[in-house]
Nanobody, 118 residues
Framework: QVQLVESGGGSVQPGGSLRLSCVAS????????IRWYRQAPGNQRELVAA????????NFADSVKGRFTISRDDAKNTAYLQMNSLIPEDTATYYC???????????WGQGTQVTVSS
């Protein structure tokens, strides 16, 4: 059974940090690129960060560059999104996506809520 399970969300004050985790099972994690998306109420889902299946390449939305990092640990079938210097505009539900590029196969997690508020 294929699963992507996000965790690590919560409420934090502006300037704080959170680390989101995405644990995969049921497929060959190391063959999949990982992307983190977020969606705030009333907004479209937006791509926040991505990491290639090799881990060599990463990219980030302009709005999070310099504040967020993405990483993966294939031995643990886990991807991470480290979020620093959080601002209220980062408030959203964060989703993990795994895609095997070129094969048309992709999986989604259920999301984890991040709230940044004083």
């Amino acid at each position: 059974q294929v699963q992507l399970v996000e965790s690590g969300g919560g409420s934090v004050q502006p300037g704080g940090s959170l680390r989101l985790s995405c644990v995969a099972s049921g497929f060959t994690f190391s063959s999949y690129a990982i992307r983190w998306y977020r969606q705030a109420p009333g907004n479209q889902r937006e791509l926040v960060a991505a990491i290639s299946f090799t881990g060599r390449y990463t990219n980030f939305a302009d709005s999070v560059k310099g504040r967020f990092t993405i990483s993966r640990d294939d031995a643990k079938n886990t991807a991470y999104l480290q979020m620093n210097s959080l601002i209220p505009e980062d408030t959203a539900t964060y989703y993990c996506n795994a895609e095997r590029t070129g094969y048309g196969v992709a999986y989604w997690g259920q999301g984890t809520q991040v709230t940044v508020s004083s």
